[in-house]
């Protein structure tokens, strides 16, 4: 049979390694790869604008790919629920590809799609490719269980051998008795909007660092890639969180939007480390793929993932509900140099190193501020060019002591820690001007530099830079002791949360399409 199919581009926005895209082109007359803008996410979710931009780009990209194998990207705005059974009709579909999206949202999402396709009469095809394993398989393979540490999912991921090999983008070849009708509206009707298109305020719009696509993905991979030795030798601790030009790869933004298959990521390194001796996991860059891979696990494995009542894995805490710290938190006004600096680079550029990003969680939750990890969570989503519902949720409630690392009484110091690696405030003097004339002394507490000291650094704390809004010293301590409290008010079960819950049974769409098949 000859089918006319929709590929359905959500993540995965890319030609290499995608195999829902390759099984859209086999046995096929008419291929539509399709974008949805659907309103479901702006309305439900934080997307800040130099996130749009990422995003905007990346279909560009993909539209021009596609244009070079005599196709086109049809976007189209509207929830895949009512949107889709109309192009089903229009354009006489009998297949639909996808990648499998393992997010909450996205499985209820596509259950409903699948029980439209079958109404009328079209048949699914998902195909896993976001993460390197079948996220499933590992929970079945760790005996229903979620594995709840790191060295858990290393030993089963072992176990289940190397992650599939990527598989090339599809070529001409591919495309042989394939076509797209296209109409000379095409542009008007299905083109890819602008973000003024779209309403959205670009005035805050961040510099261009990480431009969107899978062009730009794979060509920052390949720079990587060159890079043999600082491959082989990463060690992610060993890497600084303010530097002024990143220590690690800032790949994620590609990753989170499958710009970059992680498969791909894998392999690449793979081919880099071979014959060669070279760090390992957890702190190897395979590691960062496998601390990826353990958060999609458990986010999928425990209930509520991303809060903490209803999610049983998670330290039930007493957080404050202070708007004021907050929004100090939230807009850089902390009065702690290293803590405004991170929360600054992160609203103009959306990326921030994983210290940093450590330093700001630990201040904010458990360290200093007393705030719940989620209020992190919401500013951490609008602002990071590489949101990813499951990484987000899962280091946040990592960094908060509340579920995985419980070490609590180990604190981040809002001034020493970035001393470590920046001793001369280098970082800070290039986002927070205003502190730039501040001796070397002085700039990671600017408050304790003498009134003639801040007058000739034209900065009067208080006035010119906020003072710090709480004394580290003392509200650090007073917290380990509140999260000590916290801690002993779990009752023996929630204890024993670590050993991994056994999965209540909620057939995925993968387990869905293997028992069709099987029947
Ligand atoms: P590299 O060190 O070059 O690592 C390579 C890849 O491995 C990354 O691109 C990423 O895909 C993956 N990776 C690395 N570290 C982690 C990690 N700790 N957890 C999961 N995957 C990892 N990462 C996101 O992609 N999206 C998020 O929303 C996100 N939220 C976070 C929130 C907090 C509070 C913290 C502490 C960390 C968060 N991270 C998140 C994880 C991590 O900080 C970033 O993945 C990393 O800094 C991205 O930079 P990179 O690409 O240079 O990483």
């Given at each position: 049979m000859s089918h006319n199919t929709i590929h359905w581009f959500r993540k995965g926005l890319r030609l290499h390694d995608n195999p829902a895209l390759i099984a859209a082109l086999k046995d096929?007359?008419?291929?539509?790869?399709?974008?949805l803008l659907d309103p479901w996410f702006p309305k439900n979710t934080r997307i800040g604008i130099n996130r749009w931009r990422f995003l905007i780009e990346a279909l560009k990209d993909l539209d021009s790919s596609l244009k070079k194998l005599n196709s086109r990207l049809f976007v189209v705005r509207g929830s895949p629920t009512e949107v889709l059974p109309k192009l089903f009709k229009q354009w006489k579909i009998t297949r639909l590809t996808f990648e499998v999206d393992t997010e909450p949202y996205s499985q209820s999402r596509d259950k409903e799609v699948m029980k439209l396709a079958k109404e009328y009469g079209?048949?699914?095809?998902?195909?896993?490719?976001?993460?390197?394993?079948?996220?499933?398989?590992?929970?079945?393979?760790?005996?229903?269980?979620?594995?709840?540490?790191?060295?858990?999912?290393?030993?089963?991921?072992?176990?289940?051998?190397?992650?599939?090999k990527p598989i090339p983008a599809p070529t001409n070849e591919d495309m042989r008795?394939?076509?797209?009708?296209?109409?000379?509206?095409?542009?008007?009707?299905?083109g890819i909007p602008t973000l003024e298109d779209l309403g959205?305020?670009?005035?805050?719009?961040?510099?261009?660092?990480?431009?969107?696509?899978?062009?730009?993905?794979?060509?920052?991979?390949?720079?990587?890639?060159e890079r043999t030795n600082w491959v082989c030798k990463f060690e992610k601790p060993k890497t600084s969180p303010n530097s002024l030009i990143p220590s690690t790869t800032v790949l994620s933004p590609y990753v989170r939007f499958g710009c970059l298959s992680a498969r791909t990521f894998w392999w690449r390194l793979a081919d880099v480390y071979r014959g060669k001796t070279h760090s390992d996991p957890?702190?190897?860059?395979?590691?960062?793929?496998?601390?990826?891979?353990?958060?999609?696990t458990t986010a999928v494995g425990?209930?509520?993932?991303?809060?903490?009542?209803?999610?049983?894995a998670c330290v039930q805490v007493d957080w404050d509900n202070n708007p004021e710290h907050l929004a100090a938190w939230r807009?850089?006004?902390t009065g702690f140099p290293f803590i405004d600096t991170i929360m600054t680079q992160l609203r103009q550029e959306g990326w921030i190193h994983h210290l940093a990003r450590h330093a700001v969680a630990c201040f904010l939750t458990r360290g200093d501020l007393w705030i719940s990890w989620e209020e992190g969570q919401k500013v951490f989503e609008e602002l990071l060019l590489d949101s990813d519902w499951s990484l987000n949720a899962g280091n946040w409630q990592w960094l908060s002591a509340?579920?995985?690392?419980?070490?609590?009484?180990?604190?981040?110091?809002?001034?020493?820690?970035?001393?470590?690696?920046?001793?001369?405030?280098?970082?800070?003097?290039?986002?927070?001007?205003?502190?730039?004339?501040?001796?070397?002394?002085?700039?990671y507490e600017p408050w304790k530099a003498p009134r003639s000291v801040q007058e000739r650094a034209g900065c009067i704390v208080g006035k010119d830079y906020p003072r710090p809004i709480v004394d580290h010293e003392v509200v650090h301590k007073k917290n380990i002791l509140r999260m000590k409290a916290a801690y002993a008010k779990r009752s023996p079960e929630d204890k024993t949360i670590n050993k991994g819950e056994k999965r209540k049974a909620s057939p995925s769409i993968k387990e869905m399409f293997q028992k069709k098949a099987k029947r």
């Open positions: 096929c007359r008419h291929i539509y790869p399709l974008f079209v048949e699914v095809t998902p195909k896993i490719s976001h993460t390197l394993y079948n996220i499933d398989r590992i929970i079945d393979e760790n005996n229903g269980k979620t594995p709840m540490t790191y060295i858990r999912l290393q030993s089963v991921v072992k176990a289940m051998g190397h992650p599939k008795g394939v076509s797209t009708p296209l109409s000379d509206d095409h542009e008007e009707k299905f959205l305020d670009t005035s805050s719009l961040g510099p261009h660092l990480f431009p969107g696509g899978e062009q730009e993905a794979l060509r920052r991979l390949d720079e990587h890639m957890p702190v190897s860059l395979h590691g960062q793929l496998l601390w990826r891979e353990f958060f999609y425990i209930p509520n993932f991303n809060k903490m009542e209803g999610n049983s807009e850089a006004r509340s579920t995985f690392f419980h070490q609590y009484f180990r604190v981040y110091s809002p001034i020493a820690f970035g001393k470590k690696t920046d001793k001369h405030g280098d970082y800070i003097k290039k986002y927070l001007p205003v502190l730039k004339k501040f001796p070397t002394e002085y700039i």
